[in-house]
C-alpha cells in the first residue's frame, strides 16, 4: 500500500478531515491533501509528523511491503 493510501485509509477510519488531521500533525491543509493525493514530494519530517498524529507505526507498515 502507498503512503497515500494509507495516510488517507487510516484518516477516514478514525473520522477525522484533512484540516484537523493538519492541526494534529502541525502541517499545513495543503500538504495533507497534497500528500493524499500524491502531489508533492514530501520531507521526511513532515511524513512522521502526519503518520504519527495517525498513530501509525511506519517502521510496521515499512517492514509488511514485499520485497
Not at 492541526?23 to 497534497?34: D, I, K, L, T
Request: charged share 35%; glycine share 4%.
Amino acid at each position: 500500500m502507498e503512503l497515500r493510501e494509507l495516510v488517507t485509509s487510516r484518516r477516514k477510519k478514525l473520522r477525522i478531515s484533512q484540516i484537523e488531521l493538519a492541526e494534529m500533525s502541525g502541517v499545513s491543509e495543503r500538504f495533507v491533501y497534497a500528500l493524499e493525493k500524491g502531489k508533492m514530494s514530501v520531507s521526511l519530517e513532515k511524513v512522521i509528523a502526519v503518520t504519527e498524529a495517525l498513530g501509525l507505526d511506519m517502521k510496521f507498515e515499512i517492514a509488511k511491503e514485499p520485497r
